[in-house]
């Protein structure tokens, strides 16, 4: 059978085009836009089929490549690392997603599509108004099941579809000296919105984000990078989650995944209540996926650590990402959050003790 092309619009989305993707008679697709991605398209497609579908839903979620050329070629690291996902980690982790009917890239990753099920009428999560703590205990859970399967597998070492892999010496430093320009970016953007206090701590941060890029080498695996509300949807009655938006799948630290949802994610009044609590749940979970040799206190330290995760992502997408209102507000809730929580728990503190004993 002759592969299915990847198409470069939604129009292209036709009947035929899902008949090969499904591998069953298709008569009919009604597309419609979903979602308000900055690097990617995503459309609802509407099914009728010629036969019976053999237990195949109605609906689907399809993701293109942003239509706009310019952030088409800037975003194709992150289409790479979605076709990565979905074709080499998806099968061999535990972590609760939407099924994935089709995925497809060209060389460069300029094309790309993914054809998801529609999980509707799960809604997304609201990364500006935050969450509560059950759904923060969700996505805990969901997190374990991502990074205990796969602990240390030493394959994530050499791993090329991660957008970040493992950092190295050299690979930290240049990280390193980008997030300090991002900074900088940052505060120029966003301007009054960010307090002295936290402009200061972004400025400190930029001190430390290369000594930290190479903390604690032996705890790794595959990181989603991005796992924050906006990439969760929740059932209606707020007992089942899904993951999607896997653009920024990286490999480190594996608390820096917990830590950016909880700090990003949280009223920090809420994150100093139930955040202790979250962690314990996080680490007895990974226990359940056969990690072995992490106690729970270096899960809380590594928690404090990953707490940069945070500023890290966000700066970079205000600094190099196209800016949206929407956009802007969340970057400064999670920035205003994380600041408050890396100062509250002492990351930097932190930081600087452990790279000092390396």
Not at 219 to 225: A, D, E, K, V, Y
Not at 240 to 257: E, M
């Amino acid at each position: 059978m002759t592969k299915p092309a990847i198409p470069a619009t939604p129009d292209e989305v036709t009947a035929e085009w899902m008949s090969a993707v499904l591998g069953t008679p298709v008569t009919d697709v009604v597309v419609g836009a979903i979602g308000t991605g900055q690097t990617g398209a995503t459309y609802r497609a509407s099914v009728t089929y010629g036969g019976d579908p053999g237990g195949l839903p109605d609906t689907f979620v399809v993701k293109l490549p942003s239509q706009e050329e310019a952030v088409r070629a800037s975003a194709s690291f992150g289409y790479q690392a979605e076709h990565a996902f979905y074709t080499e980690v998806a099968d061999t982790v535990q972590v609760p997603m939407p099924r994935c009917y089709h995925c497809d890239i060209n060389s460069d990753g300029t094309d790309f599509v993914l054809v998801l099920a529609d999980m509707a009428p799960a809604v997304q999560g609201d990364q500006i108004a935050g969450c509560g703590a059950q759904e923060a205990e969700l996505a805990a859970r969901a997190l374990a099941g991502l990074h205990g399967p796969r602990w240390c597998d030493p394959a994530w070492r050499d791993f090329a579809g991660a957008a970040m892999g493992k950092p190295d010496p050299d690979s930290a430093k240049g990280l390193g000296d980008v997030f300090a320009m991002a900074v900088g970016m940052t505060k120029d953007k966003l301007g009054q919105r960010l307090s002295a206090d936290d402009a200061a701590t972004l400025d400190a941060i930029a001190e430390v984000m290369t000594p930290w890029l190479l903390l604690e080498p032996d705890r790794f695996s595959i990181l989603h990078g991005d796992f924050r509300l906006d990439n969760l949807l929740f059932d209606p009655d707020h007992t089942r989650i899904s993951v999607v938006d896997w653009q920024t799948l990286a490999v480190g630290l594996p608390a820096r995944d917990l830590a950016y949802f909880i700090a990003s994610g949280l009223d920090p009044q809420l994150r100093g209540e139930v955040e202790r609590d979250l962690v314990k749940t996080y680490h007895r979970e990974l226990l359940t996926h056969g990690v072995q040799g992490y106690d729970a206190e270096t899960c809380w330290r590594d928690y404090r650590l990953g707490l940069l995760q945070v500023p890290l992502i966000t700066a970079l997408a205000v600094a190099f990402v196209t800016s949206t209102e929407r956009g802007d507000d969340v970057m400064v809730a999670m920035i205003q959050r994380s600041c408050r929580a890396i100062r509250e728990l002492g990351s930097l503190e932190l930081i600087k003790e452990l790279a000092v004993r390396s």
